[in-house]
Nanobody, 115 residues
């Protein structure tokens, strides 16, 4: 069963922007804390940004000031607005939801930053 579905990845030039989306079910968006992770080739998966059900956000230092995480609980959607993209942002981006007794992952969406 697929709980989270990402979209919006693609190829973009350095300095460009992309907006990732994550769709989920209402039960997830009611209470789960949600995150965006990314995994570059040959590297470990790392936290990019997180947002609580109440809208409190946190960011990795590497993306502060460039990325913005948002969630729309009514539409059961989460977003990651990525601006001023750098080649180091190239990775597969994953949507993640953390509940009290389970965690859920999306299938990932590829973001490639290259000229």
């Amino acid at each position: 069963q697929v709980h989270l579905v990402e979209s919006g990845g693609g190829l973009v030039q350095p300095g460009g922007s992309l907006r990732l989306s994550c769709a989920g079910s209402p039960r997830i968006f009611r209470t789960y804390e949600m995150h965006w992770y990314r995994q570059a080739p040959g590297k470990q998966r790392k936290l990019v940004a997180g947002i609580t059900s109440g809208g409190v956000t946190n960011y990795a230092d590497s993306v502060k000031g460039r990325f913005t995480i948002e969630r729309d609980n009514a539409r059961t959607m989460m977003y990651l607005q990525m601006n001023n993209l750098e080649s180091e942002d190239t990775a597969v981006y994953y949507c993640h939801a953390q509940g009290d007794i389970e965690e859920l992952w999306g299938q990932g969406t590829q973001v490639t930053v290259s000229s």
